[in-house]
């Protein structure tokens, strides 16, 4: 249990962020109490993995991407302090051998009993609609047979729209789904269809609760063909 994680929660940022932006949550018991579990969520805003830990009673280790871990200079450092004080690990998206070291590390907190946050998106959505899932997220939860708690982040993206230095005052939310249930796929992490189909079912719910407008295609590849986007 990370000490500084309490301390940022209870103590120094928790409850001047709970003042400022009034957080609401529906669906907080459909979180288990206890024993592993993955919270898939939407991801429209760098808020996201501030607000979803801060409203729930257990710790939850997010996979972040590297970049938040190597930045220079004083916000370089303050950012690998934030994300290491609140429990995320670095990954590397490169794919290839990294995609699976990354695998291999999410099931490491699994193993330990752990809530698991993840984005199946892979990346934070450029225009606040909702991408296609990467099949990672279905390949570690058959591997370590786990429930899927789908989540919803509301009104998140509009603290900080590009282009905007600090954040605006909003109120925010979280909808937090019953689990999803994967066990009729159990020793099936290697079909690829299975994969695609178990990652398009927790979309369709992330969907359902978030009231996103879908779009079938990969959010990093509408970044790639339009770079202003991928800030």
Do not use: C
Request: charged share 20%; net charge positive.
């Amino acid at each position: 249990m990370n000490a500084f994680f309490w301390f940022l929660k209870y103590v120094l940022l928790g409850p001047l962020l709970k003042a400022v932006f009034r957080p609401w949550v529906i669906g907080a018991e459909n979180v288990p109490k206890n024993g592993a579990a993955i919270l898939a969520s939407n991801h429209v805003s760098f808020f996201d993995s501030i607000f979803l830990p801060l409203m729930l009673d257990r710790h939850v280790t997010f996979l972040a991407k590297s970049e938040y871990f190597t930045g220079r200079g004083l916000m370089g450092w303050l950012s690998k302090m934030f994300f290491l004080g609140t429990g995320q690990l670095p990954i590397d998206r490169s794919g290839g051998k990294a995609s699976e070291d990354s695998l291999n590390t999410g099931l490491r907190v699994l193993a330990s009993g752990e809530l698991l946050g993840i984005y199946p998106e892979g990346t934070r959505s450029p225009d606040h609609r909702m991408y296609r899932g990467r099949t990672g997220i279905a390949r570690m939860l058959l591997e370590a047979r786990v429930p899927v708690i789908p989540v919803a982040m509301v009104g998140t993206h509009e603290l900080m729209p590009t282009g905007v230095r600090l954040p605006r005052i909003r109120r925010i939310g979280i909808v937090i789904g019953e689990p999803l249930d994967f066990s009729r796929f159990s020793g099936l992490e290697s079909d690829r269809y299975v994969l695609r189909a178990v990652t398009d079912e927790i979309q369709y719910e992330l969907w359902r609760i978030s009231g996103q407008e879908y779009v079938d295609v990969y959010a990093s590849s509408v970044k790639a063909t339009t770079p202003s986007l991928n800030r």
